[in-house]
């Protein structure tokens, strides 16, 4: 549905760099403040002493009370800092990004962006942060257009204390937009603005597609009363006190579906029979007390053959759970041997008879994967990611062989399992979740019976083109039939007997051999 602030409305919209895309940083790209995160880390990395520590909270406590304007309190910031390289302070901001901010970008923004990239906008990070704060986010998100307040430096690039004039905040920002969009032939009135902020209400009275994002305040107020779309988001964040309690009763639910497994295993007298209760139960009550919903395409297919070798796109500590509710019971996954480590994918995998590979020694690996054929030999079907990693949410990576190769090894087919969104649930890295509902495609068990080794990658690189045409067009009402299913069987090339070759010399005719008795009608004759 095209509906105001989707990323359909932005790929149904007028193309061309006429019309531009302005977003703003905090709260609207990035949940949360990245003033408060940075200063945060360079305390607890000592980056920063107790007096400018105390200095900063006084001023942002009085920012906040109305008796500091923002002018003055980016000041105090940047006086602060005088006397740095502003190198090494950039070097900083590349850290934090990596370490703290990447994983508080919102998913669906990032949507947002690159649907705008798509339709050929012109695309502006606007914010009234430092640079060390709003660059590596437009790198990240391949934003190549920046407007944010910058450090004043002398010769030697060496912050002098100030910040270059004019400030970006409230009208100061509005008229750099203004001046951006006369400099660059947009046409504001087709134009849109992403912005959470009450200082950005003015700006949001100059395009025709204001869009209040996660707004609080005047913002929101306004954008009630002049019935704006408003774009509500809660897929990053410390999730407050409910994603503390959501946290603990996921943890928690281990307790009742490990217990229940252990006393059916008993009553059964069947540790297989103890596993699928464990791994039906738990994988379930964790998304469930999470909020996490699942909206599943195909799922009759997950049943139609097994054992079977399902392979998923991998993006983040939450897909496999997903995929493990999935499948429910009669299944163990393979994981890279990093992953044993991991609070969620490690502790799951290590109930559930994971097997981890250590991709580093390649005789280890080969004999992991020969104990993993004889489990699907033994009916249980495998969970892999072919990619082998977590990977950025826009792409997806090479496949590696091992997932095809095990499964013409054991005979059994390949079932895809493509997941759209897991990112809105959990950042890559994230040991926890949000509530979201996760798209799902499940297609039809896919035979190996005819691939041959010889044209494996071929087939491996169908596969994935699957994934990539699948994630591209997003299907609706039934699994579509993609033209992998209707590729006809390779055939077999038939050896021809090598041909003859000819004699030198034409062999001579076979005299009769003489006859032991004489015809009978040779008498008479002469």
Same mark, same amino acid.
């Given at each position: 549905m095209r509906?105001?602030?989707?990323?359909?409305?932005v790929?149904a919209?007028?193309?061309g760099?006429?019309?531009?895309?302005?977003?703003d940083?905090?709260?609207?790209l990035? &949940?949360?403040f990245?003033?408060?995160i940075?200063t945060?880390?360079r305390?607890?990395?000592?980056?920063m002493?107790i007096?400018?520590?105390?200095t900063?909270?006084?001023?942002g406590?009085n920012?906040q009370?109305?008796?500091l304007e923002?002018?003055?309190?980016?000041?105090?910031?940047s006086?602060?800092?005088?006397?740095?390289?502003?190198?090494?302070?950039?070097e900083?901001?590349?850290?934090?990004?990596?370490q703290k901010?990447?994983?508080?970008?919102?998913?669906?923004?990032?949507?947002?962006?690159h649907a705008?990239?798509?339709?050929?906008?012109?695309?502006?990070?606007?914010?009234?942060?430092l640079?060390?704060?709003?660059e590596p986010?437009?790198?990240f998100?391949?934003?190549q257009?920046?407007?944010t307040n910058?450090?004043?430096?002398d010769?030697?690039?060496v912050?002098?204390g100030e910040? /270059?004039?004019?400030i970006?905040w409230?009208p100061?920002?509005?008229?750099a937009v203004?001046?951006f969009?006369?400099d660059n032939d947009?046409?504001l009135?087709h134009?849109?603005?992403?912005?959470?902020g009450?200082?950005?209400?003015?700006?949001?009275?100059?395009?025709g597609n204001p869009?209040?994002?996660n707004p609080?305040g005047k913002?929101?107020?306004?954008a009630?009363?002049?019935?704006?779309?408003?774009?509500q988001f809660?897929s990053?964040g410390?999730g407050g006190?409910?994603g503390?309690v959501r946290t603990?009763?996921? %943890?928690?639910?281990?307790v009742?579906a490990?217990?229940?497994?252990i006393?059916?295993?008993?009553?059964t007298?069947s540790?297989?029979?103890?596993?699928n209760?464990?791994?039906?139960?738990f994988?379930n009550m964790?998304?469930?007390?999470?909020?996490?919903r699942?909206n599943?395409?195909g799922?009759?297919n997950?049943?139609?053959q097994?054992?079977?070798?399902?392979?998923f796109?991998?993006?983040n500590?939450a897909?496999p759970v997903i995929?493990?509710?999935l499948?429910?019971?009669?299944w163990?996954?393979?994981g890279?041997?990093?992953?044993k480590?991991?609070p969620?994918?490690?502790t799951l995998g290590?109930l559930?008879?994971?097997?981890?590979?250590?991709r580093?020694d390649p005789k280890?690996a080969?004999e992991?994967?020969?104990?993993?054929e004889?489990l699907?030999?033994?009916?249980l079907?495998?969970?892999?990611?072919p990619e082998?990693?977590?990977?950025d949410t826009?792409? %997806?990576g090479p496949?590696?062989?091992g997932?095809?190769r095990l499964?013409m090894?054991?005979?059994?087919?390949l079932?895809?399992i493509v997941?759209r969104n897991a990112e809105?649930?959990?950042?890559r890295d994230s040991?926890t979740?949000?509530p979201g509902?996760?798209?799902? /495609?499940?297609?039809?068990?896919?035979?190996?019976?005819?691939?041959?080794l010889e044209?494996?990658?071929?087939?491996?690189?169908?596969v994935r083109?699957?994934y990539l045409?699948?994630l591209?067009?997003?299907p609706?009402g039934?699994v579509? %039939?993609?033209p992998?299913?209707k590729k &006809?069987?390779?055939k077999?090339a /038939?050896?021809?007997?090598?041909?003859?070759?000819?004699a030198?010399?034409k062999?001579p005719?076979k005299? &009769?051999a003489p006859s032991?008795?004489k015809?009978?009608?040779?008498?008479?004759?002469?």
């Amino acid at each position: 549905m095209r509906l105001p602030g989707s990323v359909a409305e932005v790929m149904a919209s007028p193309e061309g760099p006429k019309i531009g895309a302005f977003f703003d940083l905090d709260g609207t790209l990035v &949940a949360g403040f990245t003033a408060v995160i940075l200063t945060q880390e360079r305390f607890r990395s000592r980056d920063m002493g107790i007096g400018e520590l105390i200095t900063m909270i006084a001023a942002g406590l009085n920012h906040q009370l109305g008796r500091l304007e923002f002018e003055e309190l980016i000041t105090k910031a940047s006086q602060a800092l005088r006397g740095r390289a502003l190198s090494d302070l950039h070097e900083i901001g590349d850290r934090m990004f990596v370490q703290k901010i990447e994983k508080r970008i919102y998913p669906e923004m990032r949507e947002l962006v690159h649907a705008h990239m798509e339709r050929g906008h012109t695309v502006v990070l606007s914010s009234s942060a430092l640079t060390l704060q709003v660059e590596p986010v437009a790198k990240f998100l391949g934003i190549q257009n920046t407007l944010t307040n910058r450090f004043e430096v002398d010769e030697n690039d060496v912050l002098t204390g100030e910040v /270059v004039r004019p400030i970006l905040w409230g009208p100061g920002k509005a008229n750099a937009v203004q001046k951006f969009a006369a400099d660059n032939d947009i046409d504001l009135k087709h134009s849109y603005f992403y912005a959470d902020g009450d200082e950005d209400v003015a700006l949001m009275y100059l395009v025709g597609n204001p869009r209040p994002t996660n707004p609080e305040g005047k913002m929101a107020a306004v954008a009630r009363r002049r019935g704006w779309p408003i774009l509500q988001f809660s897929s990053r964040g410390g999730g407050g006190l409910m994603g503390q309690v959501r946290t603990l009763l996921g %943890v928690g639910a281990l307790v009742p579906a490990a217990t229940g497994a252990i006393w059916w295993g008993a009553l059964t007298r069947s540790r297989r029979r103890g596993l699928n209760f464990f791994t039906t139960a738990f994988p379930n009550m964790l998304l469930a007390v999470n909020g996490v919903r699942l909206n599943v395409l195909g799922q009759e297919n997950l049943k139609k053959q097994r054992p079977a070798v399902f392979i998923f796109n991998h993006r983040n500590n939450a897909d496999p759970v997903i995929v493990a509710s999935l499948l429910r019971d009669n299944w163990t996954g393979v994981g890279k041997k990093e992953l044993k480590d991991d609070p969620v994918v490690g502790t799951l995998g290590k109930l559930t008879d994971t097997v981890f590979i250590d991709r580093d020694d390649p005789k280890a690996a080969l004999e992991t994967m020969h104990e993993v054929e004889e489990l699907v030999r033994k009916g249980l079907s495998i969970m892999i990611a072919p990619e082998g990693t977590r990977l950025d949410t826009r792409t %997806v990576g090479p496949f590696k062989k091992g997932p095809f190769r095990l499964a013409m090894a054991a005979g059994v087919p390949l079932v895809p399992i493509v997941v759209r969104n897991a990112e809105v649930i959990a950042s890559r890295d994230s040991s926890t979740m949000n509530p979201g509902e996760v798209d799902i /495609v499940v297609y039809p068990p896919l035979s190996v019976k005819d691939w041959t080794l010889e044209d494996l990658p071929e087939r491996i690189e169908e596969v994935r083109q699957l994934y990539l045409d699948t994630l591209k067009n997003w299907p609706v009402g039934e699994v579509p %039939v993609h033209p992998i299913y209707k590729k &006809a069987p390779a055939k077999k090339a /038939v050896k021809k007997p090598p041909a003859k070759k000819a004699a030198a010399k034409k062999a001579p005719a076979k005299k &009769a051999a003489p006859s032991a008795k004489k015809s009978p009608n040779a008498k008479g004759r002469k």
